[in-house]
Nanobody
């Protein structure tokens, strides 16, 4: 599974950005998709996780501001980020948990896209 993330950039505090991640490959079944981020000097943290439209999970710091969504038909998923804050500045990584034809579950990562929020 290959993941291609896009949509990062520079935005002022209070602004919005929409990150996209497209999954490609063959013989895989996506079980969950998520977005993680890593700020300078910090470890990678979970931002949002999508198991189904009725089962999503968000970091406390982004609840009410970020929305994760998935387009199953296109194997793409998104992170809508609203009311951005300088502390949201980080490299954002998309992640897919997918099973192959043998039902073996693996994690796949995109290369990351930089989000910079200026104050």
């Amino acid at each position: 599974v290959q993941l291609q993330a896009s949509g990062g950039g520079l935005v002022q505090a209070g602004g919005s950005l929409r990150l996209s991640c497209a999954a490609s490959g063959s013989d895989f079944s996506i079980k969950a998709v998520g977005w993680y981020r890593q700020a300078p000097g910090k470890g990678r943290e979970l931002v949002a996780l999508f198991m189904s439209r009725h089962n999503t999970q968000y970091a406390d710091s982004v609840k009410g501001r970020f929305i994760i969504d998935r387009d199953g038909a296109e194997n793409a998923f998104y992170l809508q980020m609203n009311n951005l804050k300088p502390e949201d500045t980080a490299v954002y990584y998309c992640n897919v948990k997918a099973a192959d034809s043998s039902l073996f579950l693996s994690d796949y990562w995109g290369l990351g896209t930089l989000v910079t929020v200026s104050s």
